[in-house]
């Protein structure tokens, strides 16, 4: 497929994990895609990984949840590539798993890099693609926005996200702006959180899995094949809309099912 030929991208948080698998899929397709990370080091090296493919990318350093370096990140990315079509708001903060164990600058790192960050980038990028008429616009939810699993303010910051997509949608959706939400289930990266939780007990994963009707958890490529989907033409028709990518998590809990009837 080549949905992306002649656009631009800007994917948050994508020196690794789910954003890392978003960019190269949207290169892939023919994106040329700014590579956004707090961390420039592995912003640079997705970057090379995509122009090694043949693709245009540039890498940007930024902490999201600053409003200058929000808006200087989104004029980088189109002084380097050319006017934005698509904003990929993946960049997230999760510290503490318990309300308990939350501190208040906790809290305010967490809503500030998942909630406010988002907010910020969508805030410097509508006005480019209100003007010409065209634009989409993802968020990176999560089930914790739908449930209680832990970490307080993470969930909570992603619950805010769904309603602020759905803001979006129905703000910008008369410019010609299409704004939605993806929300994975728990997906396997390199992130420093799974890497703990892996060494405390290395059958976390295997854990994890019975609690997922496919037998699996998720895998970044799952959630980057979403967001291509919404992001793309073919989606013309989807606006303020949740993907829930999670392998059938929330469509109900397997494991209480075999509990009650003792099959399976």
Do not use: C
């Amino acid at each position: 497929m080549n949905r992306f030929a002649g656009k631009t991208a800007l994917v948050t948080g994508a020196g690794r994990g789910i954003g890392r698998a978003i960019a190269t899929r949207l290169a892939r397709e023919g994106a040329a895609v700014a590579v956004l990370d707090i961390d420039l080091a592995a912003a640079r090296k997705v970057a090379e990984e995509l122009r090694a493919a043949g693709a245009r990318a540039t890498a940007i350093e930024a902490d999201v949840a600053d409003e200058a370096q929000a808006a200087r990140a989104a004029e980088a990315a189109e002084a380097a590539l050319g006017p934005l079509d698509v904003l990929v708001n993946n960049a997230a903060w999760a510290i503490r798993g318990t309300l308990a164990a939350t501190g208040p600058a906790d809290w305010d790192r967490e809503v500030a890099v998942t909630l406010r960050g988002p907010f910020l980038l969508s805030r410097a990028v509508v006005p480019g693609m209100s003007k010409r008429g065209r634009g989409a616009i993802v968020m990176i939810a999560s089930v914790n926005g739908l449930l209680a699993l832990g970490n307080p303010a993470y969930s909570a910051a992603k619950a805010g996200l769904l309603n602020l997509t759905r803001s979006l949608a129905v703000e910008y959706g008369p410019a010609g702006i299409r704004t939605n939400a993806v929300s994975p289930g728990s997906i396997r990266t390199e992130h420093p959180t799974w890497q703990e939780r892996e060494q405390r007990d290395p059958a976390i994963f295997e854990k994890l899995a019975r609690w997922y009707p496919v037998g699996r958890i998720g895998r970044p490529e799952d959630i980057a094949a979403a967001v291509a989907f919404l992001a793309a033409e073919e989606a013309g028709f989807v606006n303020g809309a949740n993907l829930v990518v999670d392998g059938g998590l929330t469509a109900g809990m397997a494991p209480m099912m075999q509990e009650l009837t003792g099959e399976g």
